[in-house]
């Protein structure tokens, strides 16, 4: 990541003549109709208006992140002091806070700003240590800086300091300009203040521009904001300071009520449901040509010319978290399968007894089911918070899809890597497997190939549905076929010829007969197994044919997550 020097003299927002369009055969809608205005440096501007109004269209459009492609259309100049941006170069002067917080549930506040730091500073370990302190402490996260974020299953902190570290996130590249989406959505009124208050200190101290949407403020929260953005059906009827609301307002001839919520009022008259309302519409249209629109063209020519030098790169594909539950679960799960088939009879004494060719097979194939199963699950289950997670980074330009694939893979192929390993190592010499020193490295050398397949399994379900639940609920009726195909529960040669492709793709088919030739390769068993289950693929081309699948699969994934990345609002 390459950072230079910062301009420190803020940034202006402009957008000329913006028009959002949505057209298809049925329908023909302009959402936004030709808007223009300012949002300036050092001032916190909120965006509020009726439902439906446009807001967040408006708000996606500034962030480069609103459609703009066959059913919809978007029209118009948007500028950062006067330079047009697209995504690309928006994440170098400016950052986006969605509405939901999508933060990893079990690292802790601090564990999240220092991966943040991590991901988007460049600098001594000391530099982004002092900024991550810095920025707990305008976000007022020092006392919860090591609680855990929690979740649905984790109680965790509380909503208002979860909001304030996703901003806190944010906070860390030292963004010019930030976007916020209903950032008090949720919140109670003391908290929602809170985060406001904070934001709009942040503002006018460090002259950050700061833009956001907001529902129906307390009048608290609407009083700390600078300038107000008052939309309708698409159209401005207010733009401005907010302080200015009272009397530019009032040559419309509302007031709002003496000890009324001015923001309650404003709503109470944009309120698109009431025919009365709707009336009025025109009428307010009109005033904000005559008696605002010039001054805002003015404000517009007056913008911010400074040049925006900022970061321009995307973090190491390698920083990410490991994870020890599954290593842990893999020694206690050995050791259950090596007590259940503990010093099974000897093969040589037991040449006739289907009895132990039974448990020898069972013994081999719940092996290889729990290396495979022991990477894929966790991961399918932790892939729905973190493919938004990813997707967010991505949609900030922090790395790109195949950054994100090869860390992903780096980062979890440790656990792909020790987790047979220690699996195997324990149960192999208790069950009474092949004691010849290369078979039992054979054995571990399979699992391996047979975890790591299930980690590029896990990953390509995960990039093939854009659901997250669909990927949970899918992934197994996807996988738990080729449980059908392995030759362990149906002799390979008796499957009906229409499916007998599944049987191509299928890992298991390949493990068992690998590891079946394996152990009985030099003792009594060997012709007597091999020739009962018609296992005919050979035990290296077994092993061929795995490392083509976790290829196959890897291939794809990588191809799913460069052409299915989505925009995230
Ligand atoms: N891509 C699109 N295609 C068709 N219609 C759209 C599209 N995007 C937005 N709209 C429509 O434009 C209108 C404005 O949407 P927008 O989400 O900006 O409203 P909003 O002011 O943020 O409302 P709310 O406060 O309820 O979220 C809505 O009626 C919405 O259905």
Not at 320 to 330: D, E, G, L, T
Request: glycine content about 6%; aromatic content about 12%; proline content about 3%.
């Amino acid at each position: 990541m390459i950072y230079q020097e910062k301009s420190k003299k803020g940034v202006d927002i402009t957008w000329r003549d913006v028009k959002y369009t949505a057209h298809t055969k049925k329908y023909h809608r302009e959402i936004l109709k030709g808007l223009s205005g300012i949002c300036k440096a050092g001032e916190m501007t909120s965006i509020m208006g009726s439902s439906g109004a446009g807001k967040t269209t408006l708000l996606n459009i500034l962030c480069c992140r609103a459609e703009n492609t066959g059913e919809v259309k978007l029209l118009g100049d948007i500028t950062a002091n006067g330079k047009s941006y697209d995504a690309r170069s928006f994440s170098n002067f400016a950052a986006y806070v969605m509405q939901e917080d999508l933060i990893l549930e079990t690292m802790t506040v601090l564990e999240v700003l220092q991966f943040a730091a991590s991901l988007k500073m460049t600098g001594t370990e000391e530099q982004k240590q002092a900024k991550v302190e810095e920025v707990l402490k305008i976000m007022l996260l020092e006392k919860c800086q090591n609680s855990i974020i929690g979740g649905y299953a984790i109680k965790g902190i509380t909503k208002g300091e979860k909001k304030r570290t996703s901003i806190a996130c944010e906070l860390v590249s030292d963004p010019d300009v930030i976007f916020l989406d209903e950032p008090t959505s949720g919140l109670d009124s003391f908290t929602a203040y809170n985060v406001v208050d904070v934001l709009q200190q942040y503002a006018t101290e460090q002259n950050k521009t700061i833009i956001c949407t907001i529902h129906q403020p307390s009048s608290d929260i609407f009083m700390k904001f600078d300038r107000l953005i008052l939309l309708v059906d698409g159209k401005f009827i207010y733009q401005g300071p907010r302080d200015k609301t009272k009397n530019k307002f009032g040559c419309f001839d509302f007031q709002c009520p003496y000890l009324s919520n001015p923001a309650d009022y404003f709503m109470s008259i944009m309120y698109a449901e009431s025919e009365k309302n709707r009336n009025n519409y025109k009428v307010y249209f009109e005033n904000f040509e005559k008696k605002l629109s010039e001054e805002i063209s003015k404000e517009i020519d007056q913008h911010r010319t400074e040049l925006i030098l900022h970061k321009s790169a995307q973090a190491s594909c390698l920083t990410q978290k490991s994870n020890r539950a599954q290593i842990i679960q893999a020694i206690i799960l050995s050791l259950f399968t090596g007590l259940i088939y503990l010093n099974l009879p000897d093969p040589e004494s037991h040449r006739d007894d289907q009895c132990v060719v039974n448990d020898y097979n069972g013994a081999i194939f719940f092996l290889i089911q729990n290396t495979h199963m022991n990477t894929l699950f966790p991961i399918v289950l932790s892939l729905p918070l973190e493919k938004r997670v990813y997707l967010k980074e991505e949609n900030a330009k922090l790395y790109s899809a195949t950054g994100y694939f090869i860390g992903k893979m780096v980062i979890e192929s440790m656990v792909a890597f020790i987790c047979p390993i220690a699996y195997v190592a324990i149960s192999y010499y208790m069950i009474g497997f092949n004691q010849n020193f290369v078979c039992f490295c054979f054995f571990i050398l399979v699992c391996i190939i047979n975890s790591f397949i299930g980690l590029s399994q896990a990953l390509f379900c995960g990039s093939l549905f854009k659901d997250p639940q669909t990927a949970i609920n899918i992934t197994p009726l996807m996988t738990l076929p080729f449980f059908l195909f392995s030759g362990f529960y149906k002799n390979v040669t008796d499957m009906p010829d229409w499916n007998a492709w599944i049987q191509q793709i299928s890992n298991y088919r390949y493990v068992f007969e690998a590891l079946v030739r394996n152990d009985y390769a030099d003792n009594a068993f060997t012709i007597y197994v091999i020739g009962q289950s018609n296992l005919d693929q050979g035990k290296w081309m077994s092993v061929l044919m795995l490392v083509v699948l976790f290829l196959a699969f890897s291939t794809f994934t990588l191809i799913l997550l460069n052409t299915k990345k989505q925009r995230l609002q």
